[in-house]
């Protein structure tokens, strides 16, 4: 098969049509950038966005461990079920757990969230005299 001038003219044409789009790419500094922010928006993002989303919604829980609400187990719970929800439970949630239950220093004599544990001590005391232990 003869090459004529013509024909090498034609596949030249073709090869450097094919290659074409890699020569074409040079890469400058605001390419680059882009090429960042792009990476940034596709991995860091998401990864951020779900992190303050989990903790917005423990919020709530640490706002009644430090104010030591007796109901704290329970506005946890309310919490987890939140994020399971989508965050519909969630201000209601945070209601909770900046009020306090109206009738609990009633019933227990305490606004204070350590009533269980309390009980429980006292359980195990009761249970260790009536079986004679010190």
Known sequence: MKITPKKSRWILSLVLALYWPLLAQA?????KI??????VALIVAPIVGIGAFLMVHVLPEKIAE????P?????????ILSLFFGGVLWPLAWL???SMPVFY??????????????????????KNKDQGKP
């Open 71 to 79: 109901q704290a187990q329970a506005i946890k719970t309310l919490c």
């Open 66 to 69: 430090k104010r030591q609400h």
């Open 34 to 39: 882009a090429d960042v922010i792009s990476w």
């Open 105 to 126: 220093k009633m019933a227990y004599g305490t606004d204070k969230g350590d009533y269980h544990e309390e009980t429980l001590k006292e359980f195990n005391q009761s």
């Open 27 to 31: 890469q400058t500094f605001e390419d």
């Open 96 to 98: 909770w757990a900046y």
